[in-house]
């Protein structure tokens, strides 16, 4: 069996325990007796990137364990790789075994595999408007308990993780700044308290911030909602004196726009806040 972080296994049997909680009285009506079976197969409804298999099938097998009774097992064959492009009408997966099991795990599964699949579809047309020389990365702004299924999603469609949660990187947002009482301040600390191997970013709103940025010795300045023209003009103040990151209502609409500044850097929370699923469809052979 697939194995996961503690939190990640932990959302799977919440969704499957909110769904199965009082039993599913639509199938132990028609086939409680665990002999009947069928198999079909899942199917890409629109252009995709598929990702989340291990998840799907990860589903199956804990709903197989749940299960009393002499059940027939359950195979899944994904034909494809996770971040596989796949075309309108791609045959994704077979399946076979218990029509109990198969009925009982199919929206839990399925609810997963679209998410996933949907995070990495965004993710690629995203950075496939960015170029090659921009890397992409998701947010913190995922739902709880996603979040190690969420960046796994957006690597499969060719971006990158940001910090993985609070502790993994120095990120001094305007908050922290009016806390500190200046950008200047704010550095000055963090540098004295963070271990020497985390760089320390900060997000800025204007040009005088990227100039109070680079004074203090941000080693990454965010430039966070600005417009087209003076976020060229913030690249040229800072040239190669830190590295350049661009956030703020990033979308595949805007993203095209951005390609042609020197940055390093698009961080985008659509990729995983705002993601619309997959559309992707279990079908039993008749």
């Given at each position: 069996?697939?194995?996961f972080?503690?939190?990640?296994?932990?959302?799977?049997?919440?969704?499957?325990?909110?769904?199965?909680?009082?039993?599913?009285?639509?199938?132990?009506?028609?086939?409680?007796?665990?002999?009947?079976?069928?198999?079909?197969?899942?199917?890409?409804?629109?252009?995709i990137?598929?990702?989340?298999?291990?998840?799907?099938?990860?589903?199956?097998?804990?709903?197989?364990?749940?299960a009393?009774?002499?059940?027939?097992?359950?195979?899944?064959?994904?034909?494809?790789?996770?971040?596989?492009?796949?075309?309108?009408?791609?045959?994704?997966a077979?399946?076979?075994?218990?029509t109990?099991?198969?009925?009982?795990?199919?929206?839990?599964?399925?609810?997963?595999l679209?998410?996933?699949?949907?995070v990495?579809?965004?993710?690629?047309?995203m950075?496939?408007?960015?170029?090659?020389?921009?890397?992409?990365?998701?947010?913190?702004k995922?739902?709880?308990?996603?979040?190690?299924?969420?960046h796994?999603?957006?690597?499969?469609?060719?971006?990158?993780?940001?910090r993985?949660?609070?502790?993994?990187?120095?990120?001094?947002?305007?908050?922290h700044?009016?806390?500190?009482?200046?950008?200047?301040?704010?550095?000055?600390?963090?540098r004295?308290?963070a271990?020497?191997?985390?760089?320390?970013?900060?997000?800025v709103?204007?040009?005088?911030?990227?100039?109070?940025?680079?004074?203090?010795?941000?080693?990454?300045?965010?430039?966070?909602?600005?417009?087209?023209?003076?976020?060229?003009?913030?690249?040229?103040?800072?040239?190669?004196?830190?590295?350049?990151?661009?956030?703020?209502?990033?979308?595949?609409e805007?993203?095209?726009?951005?390609?042609?500044?020197?940055?390093?850097?698009?961080?985008?929370?659509?990729?995983?806040?705002?993601?619309?699923?997959?559309?992707?469809?279990?079908?039993?052979?008749?």
């Amino acid at each position: 069996m697939q194995t996961f972080s503690p939190i990640t296994e932990q959302i799977i049997e919440l969704a499957l325990t909110e769904d199965l909680v009082a039993g599913d009285m639509t199938t132990d009506a028609i086939c409680d007796d665990g002999r009947r079976t069928s198999r079909g197969y899942l199917v890409a409804k629109a252009d995709i990137v598929l990702c989340g298999q291990h998840v799907f099938e990860y589903v199956v097998e804990k709903v197989q364990n749940r299960a009393f009774g002499a059940f027939e097992p359950v195979t899944v064959e994904f034909l494809h790789p996770d971040g596989a492009r796949l075309e309108k009408g791609t045959k994704i997966a077979t399946f076979s075994g218990s029509t109990n099991i198969l009925l009982k795990a199919e929206r839990t599964a399925l609810n997963f595999l679209q998410h996933m699949s949907g995070v990495a579809t965004q993710t690629h047309a995203m950075a496939q408007l960015l170029g090659p020389k921009i890397k992409l990365v998701n947010t913190r702004k995922v739902l709880a308990g996603m979040r190690e299924l969420d960046h796994y999603a957006v690597q499969c469609g060719g971006g990158y993780s940001h910090r993985f949660n609070l502790g993994g990187g120095v990120m001094i947002k305007d908050n922290h700044i009016a806390a500190a009482g200046s950008i200047t301040k704010a550095v000055s600390q963090c540098r004295e308290f963070a271990p020497h191997t985390l760089k320390i970013e900060v997000e800025v709103t204007s040009l005088d911030e990227v100039r109070e940025a680079l004074a203090a010795g941000a080693d990454i300045i965010m430039l966070d909602n600005m417009t087209h023209d003076v976020m060229k003009e913030a690249c040229d103040i800072i040239g190669n004196r830190a590295l350049i990151e661009i956030s703020g209502n990033v979308t595949v609409e805007s993203a095209e726009q951005i390609r042609d500044l020197r940055v390093q850097y698009v961080s985008s929370g659509s990729l995983t806040h705002s993601v619309r699923a997959a559309d992707i469809s279990m079908l039993f052979e008749r």
